[in-house]
């Protein structure tokens, strides 16, 4: 039996279960840490986000979520990377296609992940993740007439938009619509292996077309649900394309990842240097994307000088803790793959890709965790054992349902019309 | 034999017989001298051997220079020759600085890319074009062999033009 078909073996399934249960383990020692070693933090009741005093759950639930936002990410990348693919009918991708769309097997996971950490971020005790949860916000008097304490006429004049219903609407809504995007795509690709012809490929070009334009709308919606109104008084335009460019290199860097692991364990041997090559100008460039909105983002921020969106970067720029990450996010998302991915010759070789793919990863991990921990936790935030121990425990899953999902067909498309193009790659 | 004065030229009309015939002549150890083609033939940079152009090192230390120029520039301007207040910012501020810095980092690279192309490809103004055969910018391909850097071997390579399946084999002498 040639090496048509991905073959989960018992010795992956027992990699990734270990590497799991490393991670609950450290996830363990770091709760522990934090429950029983006392961190004599007070509460810090003036802060805009925190009335409660700081228990170690808020930190873990902060954490969940973080991961929960990124591997969604990665998971409609895939998705997202193969509408791409189909819309602007490229060929040289169509030897790899699938595996950019097994990511999109996470979607489901991620669904109930995110609804149950979602309840328990924000109803499980009396703190709220997202602040604007708090009711006591949004009344201008009390029960009793007098004057209510809590009154925030900045969120207040937000609840047309940030309600629970219609969050909760937008949130099913968009995560129902991505994962049905995601099972019609692949029933339409899967059923080409059968059917041969064009019909199918003509089908995926329409429909890739328009979960393009929805993906876009709804991407930046997400994103000013799930992450920017955690700083609920704080708003930026540039955020729905910032974390549509923090997932998209996670995303690529992810499918190259992937791809170069299949063919190191003598899987897709039609895939060659060139194809490498094209993976690691995607992540060579949206990793300069990625900076360019960053970059923008900031600099507005900064020249404008307004107090009320100035605040963003001043709790990360003007703490003990965060500020460090804030530059190490720069550097290893920016200088870093720009230097190494610069040459051809570093795009080719697959030791220099894999290092700057995983590098890449953990970088755009550390992006989201700067979106939310300052905001949720405040000076309360840390990395440690915990935090090392859930990126475990989600990648292990992440990875065991998308490698669970490329067992489910052919690596290679059978009847994909531009299979010679992908064959003959040559650049 | 002088060099770059006597030119044995093949005259081909399909691409592929180009790349195949260019294969065949080096593998006989005849060194040929340019392809001539009306378009870029898929493959034949590697047919003749070339080795992958250093244009993008260039580019780079361009860069690099254009980037430091940028810097240095307005750190000069804005923080010790002029100082002015703007917006309630720091004198040399690095954030306004960067586009800036990226603009003049993209244009020197650029502008030292062409520098350098032209230098290295030898195109200046008045430069003599020496055509080898005027369908080249029509419909035809042509191998170009130089006799001097062959030791004058021109029967053997006429026959070997020939073989690889070459429509015309003509002379061209540059005085």
């Given at each position: 039996m ?39 933090h ?7 986000a925190?009335g409660h ?13 973080i ?10 990348i ?25 990511f ?7 669904f ?9 971020a924000n109803?499980s005790?009396?703190w709220?993740?997202f ?12 029960a009793?007439?007098?004057v209510n ?5 900045i969120?207040?004049?937000k609840?047309?938009?940030?309600n ?10 968009i ?6 995007f995601?099972?019609?795509m692949?029933?339409?690709?899967f ?14 070009i ?6 393009i ?5 709804s ?10 109104s955690?700083d609920t008084?704080w ?9 549509f ?5 996670a ?9 170069l692991?299949?063919?190191?364990n ?19 460039a949206?990793?300069?994307f ?17 107090p009320?969106e ?10 003990d ?21 610069m ?7 697959g ?5 700057v793919?995983?590098?890449?990863l ?11 921990t300052?905001g949720t ?33 052919a ?10 193009e992908s064959?003959?790659?040559?650049i | ?26 593998s006989n ?13 898929h493959?034949i ?5 070339y ?17 430091l120029l940028?810097?240095?520039?307005q750190?000069?301007?804005?923080g ?7 917006g309630?910012k720091n004198?040399a ?15 020197i ?15 200046k ?7 080898m055969?005027t ?18 071997a ?8 020939k ?9 061209k002498?540059?005085?």
């Amino acid at each position: 039996m040639s090496k048509e078909v991905f073959v989960f073996t018992p010795s992956t399934k027992k990699k990734i279960l270990i590497l799991g249960l490393v991670g609950i383990v450290l996830a363990a020692i770091g709760i522990a840490i934090l429950a029983f070693g006392g961190h004599g933090h007070a509460a810090d009741a003036g802060h805009e986000a925190s009335g409660h005093s700081f228990h170690w759950t808020h930190r873990l639930f902060a954490d969940l979520w973080i991961n929960n936002v990124y591997f969604l990410g990665l998971a409609i990348i895939g998705v997202f990377f193969f509408a791409v693919q189909y819309a602007a009918q490229a060929g040289w991708s169509s030897a790899l296609i699938r595996i950019p769309l097994s990511f999109g097997s996470w979607l489901p996971f991620a669904f109930v992940l995110t609804l149950i950490v979602f309840y328990l971020a924000n109803f499980s005790s009396h703190w709220h993740m997202f602040h604007w949860l708090d009711h006591s916000l949004y009344n201008e008097t009390l029960a009793d007439g007098s004057v209510n304490p809590n009154y925030d006429y900045i969120i207040a004049g937000k609840e047309a938009y940030l309600n629970l219903p219609f969050y909760l609407i937008r949130m099913v809504g968009i995560f129902l619509a991505w994962i049905i995007f995601y099972f019609v795509m692949r029933k339409i690709n899967f059923a080409e292996d059968i059917a041969g012809g064009v019909n199918n490929y003509r089908k995926l070009i329409r429909l890739s077309a328009i979960f393009i334009i929805f993906f876009a709308l709804s991407s930046a919606v997400g994103s000013w649900d799930w992450i920017m109104s955690i700083d609920t008084h704080w708003f930026s335009t540039m955020f729905g394309w910032y974390v549509f460019a923090s997932w998209f290199v996670a995303g690529v860097a992810g499918i190259t990842l992937v791809v170069l692991l299949l063919k190191e364990n003598g899987y897709l041997p039609m895939i060659t240097d060139n194809h490498l090559h094209d993976l690691g100008k995607y992540v060579f460039a949206f990793s300069i994307f990625w900076t360019y909105i960053w970059f923008s983002q900031y600099l507005l921020i900064y020249y404008a000088n307004i107090p009320e969106e100035s605040i963003y970067f001043i709790e990360r720029l003007k703490s003990d803790f965060y500020t460090p990450v804030f530059f190490l996010n720069i550097i290893i998302n920016f200088f870093f793959p720009f230097l190494v991915l610069m040459t051809r010759d570093a795009k080719r070789h697959g030791v220099f890709l894999k290092i700057v793919c995983a590098v890449v990863l953990f970088g755009h991990w550390l992006d989201f965790y700067l979106m939310v921990t300052p905001g949720t936790l405040q000076e309360n935030g840390g990395f440690g054992f915990l935090e090392i121990g859930t990126i475990l425990v989600y990648l292990a899953a992440f990875l065991y349902v998308v490698l669970n999902s490329l067992t489910k067909s052919a690596l290679v498309p059978k009847n994909h019309p531009m299979l010679q193009e992908s064959m003959h790659h040559h650049i | 034999m002088e060099r770059n004065k006597n030119f044995i030229l093949g005259v081909y009309s399909d691409p592929d017989e180009v790349v195949s015939a260019v294969m065949k002549i080096r593998s006989n150890k005849i060194k040929v001298h340019e392809v001539y083609s009306p378009f870029a033939i898929h493959g034949i940079d590697d047919a003749l051997g070339y080795k992958r152009s250093r244009l993008p090192i260039a580019a780079f230390l361009f860069g690099m220079l254009g980037t430091l120029l940028a810097l240095t520039m307005q750190f000069w301007m804005m923080g010790i020759d002029w100082p002015m207040i703007i917006g309630g910012k720091n004198f040399a501020s690095l954030p306004p600085f960067i586009p800036v810095t990226f603009e003049l980092t993209v244009l020197i690279s650029a502008l030292g890319m062409v520098g350098v192309f032209m230098v290295a490809s030898d195109l200046k103004p008045y430069k003599k074009v020496r055509l080898m055969d005027t369908r080249i910018t029509d419909d035809k391909h042509v191998i170009a062999i130089d006799l001097g850097a062959n030791n004058g071997a021109s029967d053997e390579i006429k026959k070997l033009l020939k073989e690889t399946g070459a429509e015309e084999v003509n002379e061209k002498n540059f005085e």
